[in-house]
């Protein structure tokens, strides 16, 4: 088969699709993996191509950052709007609904933004029509591939690369449009997709939202009630390639701490200044642990001199540093909360409320595999204390391994492959 992965232009949601992209490469399919390019992350065409996977550029950087630029601030406000759902507020998906739908639109910008230049679904939808894959495999926040492989009769599905909010949003949207008393009376996503459709002679259906299945990488007593198919597959953590630092040829002589805000290495706190990054790095100075941060060249510039038992460093990837990390401390990420169940690490949760963090904390605290603190209220104090109780209570390890348990109950990438395979035969046109 012919697969053709569409990945939103961030190197975060890049890695998600390594592992399976490689499983089928390996059992001699033909795969290719297709971005946007962004000034956001402009390392995307390049972390794809380091990963051994075949990139294809969209192009569109100049109009998708014009496009992107006020959703992403207006995220980084959330009073402002997010596309977080909140598992503790039943209306939270109004606001993400209204964040997806301007996302959604930013792939095919008005003339005011693309100044006449080609959009990026145009690109796509060319490209498949020329390469004619079998198989799209695509990014919910880059549903252009479901319309690409309508244009070209291949089967199609979407990988999800944390939890499923959109899923989520339209099942929410379908009930309110079904309810008379809800006063939604037009379908908010058509202002969008309606003429894009029109344009390449479609018409509506929800599998353009939701694809033909879905592939879940989300532990199953996490995920979603939503009715729509699921194929699950196990996430397994990559996090790109780089050769080992020396200093972690050997076990460290301490317990080892990882500090990460993710591959933003920003924190929304709810606070002017977001994280309080220094007065917690000397709130643990006294600890006999190591702590290992990775913070970008900003941050490590204002740090001055840090404590003895911080490292700080620009990257390292977590598949190499978690083996020997007894807790770490994160924003809530999907990548970051996957890489830490498959190395059974006690977690430390801070949620950023950007997509799915939130629910990623709550369900660590609920599974005994980790503390979760207050990111509009932060206390390093505090921090401290829940830092030492997961180093130092058993009962925080074994809610790591019951997590450990939850990822191996779903089939590995390579063992997905024959589903797979007999789907792409069923749905293909």
């Known amino acids: 088969m012919r697969i053709l992965f569409t990945v939103f232009p961030a190197s975060s949601h890049v890695y998600p699709v390594v592992p399976l992209a490689w499983a089928l490469q390996s ?3 033909e795969v290719v993996v297709a971005s946007p390019e962004c000034v956001i992350d402009p390392n995307v065409i390049a972390n794809i191509a380091s990963a051994g996977l075949t990139a294809v550029s969209l192009g569109g950087k100049e109009e998708l950052t014009a496009s992107l630029a006020p959703l992403i601030a207006a995220a980084g406000r959330p009073s402002r709007g997010t596309a977080a759902i909140d598992p503790d507020d039943e209306n939270a998906w109004c606001a993400s609904r209204a964040m997806l739908v301007g996302l959604l639109n930013a792939y095919y910008p008005p003339e005011s933004v693309s100044g006449g230049r080609r959009p990026v679904l145009d690109t796509l939808v060319e490209f498949a029509r020329d390469w004619r894959p079998d198989l799209v495999l695509w990014d919910p926040l880059a549903p252009t591939g479901a319309v690409a492989a309508r244009t070209c009769g291949a089967a199609h599905a979407r990988l999800l690369f944390g939890m499923d909010n959109v899923g989520l949003v339209r099942s929410k949207t ?14 908010p996503w058509m202002p969008w997709l309606g003429p894009v ?7 509506f259906t929800e599998e353009t939202l939701v694809g033909q ?13 939503v009715d729509l198919p699921y194929v699950p597959v196990r996430r397994i953590p990559y996090n790109g390639g780089s050769r080992l630092p020396e200093w972690l040829h050997h076990r460290p002589e301490r317990s080892r701490v990882v500090f990460t805000l993710g591959q933003s290495r920003r924190l929304i706190a709810g606070q002017p200044n977001g994280f309080p990054l220094r007065e917690f790095f000397d ?23 840090l404590p003895d038992n911080i490292r700080a460093f620009e990257y390292v990837p977590l598949n190499q ?12 990420g999907a990548g970051t909360f ?16 950007l997509w799915d963090e939130k629910v990623v904390a709550q369900y660590v605290r609920r599974r005994g595999a980790g503390l979760v603190a207050d990111p509009a209220a932060i206390d390093v104090d505090s921090m401290r204390k829940d830092l030492l109780r997961l180093i130092s209570e058993p009962s925080f390890q074994i809610g790591a391994r019951s997590l450990y348990e939850d990822m191996l109950a779903a089939p590995a990438p390579k063992d997905v492959l024959p589903v797979l395979e ?3 035969a069923e749905h293909r046109g």
């Open 197 to 203: 459709l029109e344009r390449y002679g479609l018409d």
């Open 27 to 29: 059992a001699g399919h």
């Open 338 to 353: 996957g890489a830490s169940v498959a190395f059974q690490v006690p977690q430390l949760v801070v949620p950023l409320p």
């Open 213 to 225: 299945w879905t592939l879940d990488l989300n532990p199953a007593r996490m995920s979603y009630l």
């Open 321 to 332: 540093i978690l083996p020997t990390s007894s807790a770490i401390i994160h924003h809530g």
């Open 422 to 424: 007999r789907l792409t």
């Open 283 to 305: 709130s643990v100075s006294d600890l006999d642990l190591e702590i290992v941060a990775t913070l970008n060249s900003d941050q490590l510039a204002t740090m001055g001199t």
């Open 174 to 187: 379908r009930q309110e449009l079904a309810d008379p008393s809800s006063g939604l009376t037009e379908d």
